[in-house]
Every structure is written in C-alpha cells, then in structure tokens.
C-alpha cells in the first residue's frame, strides 16, 4: 500500500509509464458540493491523460460522476485518449431531494406569509445521508413547519420544484486502447478483461440450480449441462450455476430500490451499505469526516471487476480511502493519492488499522 499526500498531478508525474493496472477513483463531479473548494470543476484532460500514461495496456479506469456533470467527465476521459466502454449505474434509495419550492419562492418574492397548518418530523442518522434511524450513529429528530400558500400565484405552483431525487450516480467504464488483440494484450500485461466469473450475481431467488440429467420432454435447452428450476411450475430456463453475468447497473439493497425494481432487483449486484462505512471514516480532529464516503463492499466489487489479483490499483482522487481498503481486502495492491491533509490522515488511519467488520 502507497499512500501519496499531495498534489496528483504532480505526482502522477512521478509514475513510471505502463506501470498499474487499472484506475478506480471518486474524483470531483464539478457541483461545488457543500461549498468544497475541490469540487468546483471535474479533473481536466491533463489529469486523465497522466492516468492513460502510468496504466498498462488495456488497464480499465472506473470513475465515479454526477449526473448533472457526467458529459463533462465522460468526454474528457475520452479526449486523453481513453476508449469510452460502458458505463455503471449505482442506483441508491437514501438520496434527498434538494430543489426549491416553487410556491414558497413565489410568496417570498411577493414578501407574503405562509400560513403554518401542521409539522413534518423525520428521523435522521448522524453517521450517514440515509433518513434510515437504523444504520449506526445517533438519531435525531428534524422538524419543520407545513404551510399553506398566501397568494393566488403560490396556490397555482403549489407541488411544483426544481429538482427531482438524486437516486443514481453513473460510472465511466473507459479503458487504455490494447496492444494487439485482447488475448495478446492479457497474455502480456495482465489488463484488458472484465472479471465476470469473480463478479457474477448470486442466484438469491426462489429459483434453485440443478445438475441435469437428460433433455427436457419438450426438448428445449438442448445440450445445456445446468439450468435453473421454478420450484412452482418447474419450468427451466439456462443459467450459470456461479451466478448471473455481472451487469452495468449495481444497487444499494434499500427498501426504495427493490420496491421500484420488484422482482428485477435480483438480477443486479447488491452493496448495501452500513453506518460502519462512514463512522470507519471519523478522525478525532475532523468530527464531520469526508463528506462523499462510498460503500466498502461496492468499492471491493470495482476493484474485483476490473483487476486482476495482485494487480496495482491506482486512485487520484482517494478521499478517506475506501478504494484502499476495497484493495486491502481484495488482495490488490493499491497507490493512493490525496491532497487534503485532514482526507489523507483520514485513509491512512483507516487503510492500516483495517478490522473485519462485516
């Protein structure tokens, strides 16, 4: 484990050429989230093309985006040169709506006052941006008033916003162009491929798996050595007993999530994320901690997908060091670079004083 406190830039620079074998980072979405000076715009073409450099050939670089701002960032990778593959939706129930009132805005132009008709109470966790009271961390009680529109204008825009729930975060899947075919370039370098055996979703549905032993009597599926079972009506259709095929779109588990996707929640890997995941991430001189934590688990499968073990992974951008500690526990080596100081002692603390919590 590297961990670099300082500029990237400059010491990307220090990286000799073809030297990780894939990038995985959290970098700035350009929102100026939370009024945070490092957030003002997304890394430039030139930070991205010193990432095209120190990879190896075909090395896969993941990064994580707004949705406001992901144009921005998809187009800069690809202008440094990087191929644009896919990208990943991180799906997640716990975000918070936060737009303005149109009705409200409309009576304060008018200098008019609500009417207070009730009081809303939610409870909220401390230790995590979910409203869930269940996830680690205090509990406390957020209350506001419910008013009633004062002018006609306010009555007509009543329910109307500017913004809807965040629920998503996309990620650039990009790769460093091959060197030959894909079976020379992995042959050589070791980058290239997407893991998909170590990465298959787990068949955790009411369906089961079963050795066949013969044809169906209506002799579809022919020739298939395993296959899945209704356990109701005992039709069969093909499947692969290690899982299904990791696919571009991962969800948090939530109880919003699964609701709107029902049934076809299965089919997507699941990183649930805990209060662990962000009170890991306290310092006793930085009680708030870094603000954009990512789930451990989703930074484990990240890593897994798209490196091979022993692999180096690289992140610019590594914030309190979840991608470190995803490679930490994967068996990947990992080269981490932060130039917050109060960030950097933050993954320091958590890369090498690693518990099982799970």
Same mark, same amino acid.
């Given at each position: ?77 690809? =202008? ?5 593959? =896919? ?19 409309? =009576? ?251």
């Amino acid at each position: 484990m590297t961990l670099l406190h300082g500029d990237n830039m400059e010491l990307l620079r220090d990286l000799p050429d073809n030297s990780v074998h894939s990038v995985v980072t959290d970098p700035p979405y350009g929102l100026s989230f939370m009024g945070k000076k490092w957030d003002y715009d997304v890394p430039t073409v030139e930070l991205w093309a010193e990432c095209l450099r120190v990879l190896k050939p075909g090395g896969h670089l993941l990064a994580f985006a707004g949705t406001r701002t992901q144009h921005r960032m998809a187009v800069r990778i690809e =202008d440094a040169g990087f191929e644009i593959r =896919d990208m990943i939706a991180w799906v997640y129930g716990s975000g918070f709506p936060k737009g303005h009132d149109v009705s409200k805005a409309i =009576d304060r132009l008018a200098g008019a006052e609500r009417e207070v008709i009730g009081q809303d109470t939610k409870a909220r966790n401390t230790s995590s941006k979910s409203a869930l009271p269940t996830l680690g961390g205090s509990t406390v009680y957020e209350s506001w008033d419910i008013t009633a529109p004062a002018t006609e204008a306010a009555r007509q825009w009543q329910g109307w916003n500017s913004a809807l729930k965040p629920a998503l975060e996309p990620i650039t899947v990009a790769r460093k162009p091959l060197i030959g075919t894909i079976a020379e370039n992995v042959l050589q370098h070791g980058t290239g491929a997407i893991n998909v055996d170590g990465c298959r979703v787990a068949h955790n549905d009411p369906f089961y798996l079963c050795k066949r032993t013969g044809n169906l009597e209506n002799g579809m599926n022919k020739g298939n050595a395993y296959g899945v079972y209704n356990a109701a009506n005992n039709n069969k259709s093909s499947a692969d007993p290690a899982g299904r095929w990791p696919a571009n779109l991962i969800h948090d588990g939530s109880l919003d999530v699964v609701k709107e996707l029902k049934s076809a929640a299965r089919f997507f890997y699941t990183a649930k994320a805990g209060g662990r995941d962000r009170n890991a991430n306290l310092d006793p001189d930085n009680p708030n901690g870094h603000p954009t934590v990512k789930p451990l688990l989703l930074m484990q499968y990240l890593v897994r997908l798209v490196t091979v073990e022993g692999g180096i992974v690289l992140d610019p951008f590594m914030g309190s060091g979840t991608t470190g500690l995803a490679c930490r526990r994967e068996g990947r080596e990992f080269i981490g670079m932060e130039r917050e100081a109060a960030y950097f002692q933050i993954a320091k603390n958590r890369i090498e004083n690693d518990t099982d919590w799970y």
